[in-house]
Nanobody
Framework: QVQVVESGGGLVQPGGSLRLSCAASGMIFSRYAMDWYRQAPGKQRELVASITSGGITNYANSVKGRFTISRDNAKNQGYLQMNSLKPEDTAVYLC????????WGQGTQVIVSS
């Protein structure tokens, strides 16, 4: 049974950092590309960052230079390092793993507030 679980969210002050994790089980993680999305209240789900199975990355303009997506295939984990956080980064962050099938986690809440 495939499971995708995000963790690492929380409350952080503006300018702070968080590292989100996406743990996968029941799949061959290295075969899957990974996206991080975020969903803020009243807003559309936004693609934040992507990494292919081969390690090629891409970022939304709103997070470029502040966020870094990475993966550790040996640990079946992906990460989103978020630095210089802003209040507008507040959202539920979701991990999406996809190849021939899509898998989603439940999300982890990030709140950026003083």
């Amino acid at each position: 049974q495939v499971q995708v679980v995000e963790s690492g969210g929380g409350l952080v002050q503006p300018g702070g950092s968080l590292r989100l994790s996406c743990a996968a089980s029941g799949m061959i993680f290295s075969r899957y590309a990974m996206d991080w999305y975020r969903q803020a209240p009243g807003k559309q789900r936004e693609l934040v960052a992507s990494i292919t199975s081969g390690g090629i990355t891409n970022y939304a303009n709103s997070v470029k230079g502040r966020f870094t997506i990475s993966r550790d295939n040996a640990k079946n984990q992906g990460y989103l390092q978020m630095n210089s956080l802003k209040p507008e980064d507040t959202a539920v962050y979701l991990c999406n793993l996809y190849a021939d099938i899509d898998y989603w986690g439940q999300g982890t809440q990030v709140i950026v507030s003083s």
